[in-house]
């Protein structure tokens, strides 16, 4: 477990569309043992990142009452003891490079985990009381944040920008992206930074154009090797 940019727990085969088709838990959070082109949530996100790389994270930056890094991007932490239960998050991060975990004891073995990723661009991780471990490596350090903070919401964003805030750092709405080949655009709105099956309110892989709706009730939207989206007038 010690190579970076692993793949994340539970790959998802094709698309992914939550209450419409079914997920297929797959691999572990060690081998994509089910296809190079899978892609999927952050319990289910095996993707093959797509898309320009190295895009400016619009609006990730913008909110307000972000604490400084609590949490270096390199180590395995013990939950209570070295890092105390809360939302975190890492930003600027390249190229599927920053990889994390939730685990549930110190073992290693696939078992343990809870819920992991790749991440391009910015991440948001809700570690939990009841987590034992929490894993970075190759991750930019990490900043508790508040979940009360306000900030001030763009109406566009990168489309490989990684996880936003809904209203703090994307203004709910209708989004556009356009442009996206070979399914290598993934989408999904999500209820929570848990980052399990049933985080994700819903989810896509997309060739072509996209279109979404964002929710106010909504807490996060993450966008992985996308077009940039706009807001749809």
């Given at each position: 477990?010690?190579?970076k940019?692993?793949?994340?727990?539970?790959?998802?085969?094709?698309?992914?569309?939550?209450?419409?088709?079914?997920?297929?838990?797959?691999?572990?959070?060690?081998?994509?043992?089910?296809?190079?082109?899978?892609?999927?949530?952050?319990?289910?996100?095996?993707?093959?990142?797509?898309?320009?790389?190295?895009?400016?994270?619009?609006?990730?930056?913008?909110?307000?009452?972000?604490?400084?890094?609590?949490?270096?991007?390199?180590?395995?932490?013990?939950?209570?003891?070295?890092?105390?239960?809360?939302?975190?998050?890492t930003?600027?991060?390249?190229?599927?490079?920053?990889?994390?975990?939730?685990?549930?004891?110190?073992?290693?073995?696939?078992?343990?985990?809870?819920?992991?990723?790749?991440?391009?661009?910015?991440?948001?991780?809700?570690?939990?009381?009841?987590?034992?471990?929490?894993?970075?490596?190759?991750?930019?350090?990490?900043e508790?944040?508040?979940?009360?903070?306000?900030?001030?919401?763009?109406?566009s964003?990168a489309?490989?920008?990684?996880?936003?805030?809904?209203?703090?750092?994307?203004?709910?709405?209708?989004?556009?992206?356009?442009?996206?080949?070979?399914?290598?655009?993934?989408?999904?709105?999500?209820?929570?930074?848990?980052?399990?099956?049933?985080?994700?309110?819903?989810?896509?892989?997309?060739?072509?154009?996209?279109?979404?709706?964002?929710?106010?009730?909504?807490?996060?939207?993450?966008?992985?090797?996308?077009?940039?989206?706009?807001?749809?007038?």
């Amino acid at each position: 477990m010690g190579t970076k940019a692993k793949v994340a727990l539970g790959a998802v085969v094709g698309i992914v569309v939550i209450g419409a088709v079914s997920a297929n838990a797959g691999s572990s959070g060690k081998d994509n043992g089910s296809g190079g082109s899978d892609k999927g949530s952050s319990a289910a996100a095996g993707h093959t990142p797509g898309g320009t790389k190295g895009k400016k994270d619009v609006g990730s930056g913008r909110a307000a009452g972000a604490k400084k890094a609590a949490i270096a991007g390199d180590g395995e932490y013990q939950v209570g003891s070295d890092v105390k239960p809360g939302t975190y998050r890492t930003r600027g991060n390249s190229d599927d490079m920053c990889y994390w975990e939730r685990a549930k004891d110190a073992k290693g073995e696939t078992d343990s985990l809870l819920a992991n990723d790749n991440v391009t661009g910015t991440s948001y991780v809700t570690v939990k009381a009841t987590d034992k471990i929490f894993k970075s490596s190759g991750c930019k350090d990490w900043e508790a944040v508040d979940p009360k903070a306000k900030g001030t919401p763009a109406s566009s964003m990168a489309g490989d920008g990684g996880m936003y805030k809904v209203g703090t750092d994307i203004a709910p709405g209708t989004y556009k992206s356009v442009g996206n080949k070979d399914d290598s655009c993934y989408w999904e709105r999500t209820k929570d930074a848990e980052h399990g099956l049933d985080s994700i309110i819903a989810n896509n892989n997309v060739t072509g154009t996209a279109v979404v709706t964002i929710s106010p009730g909504d807490a996060y939207f993450k966008t992985t090797g996308c077009g940039d989206w706009k807001k749809a007038a």
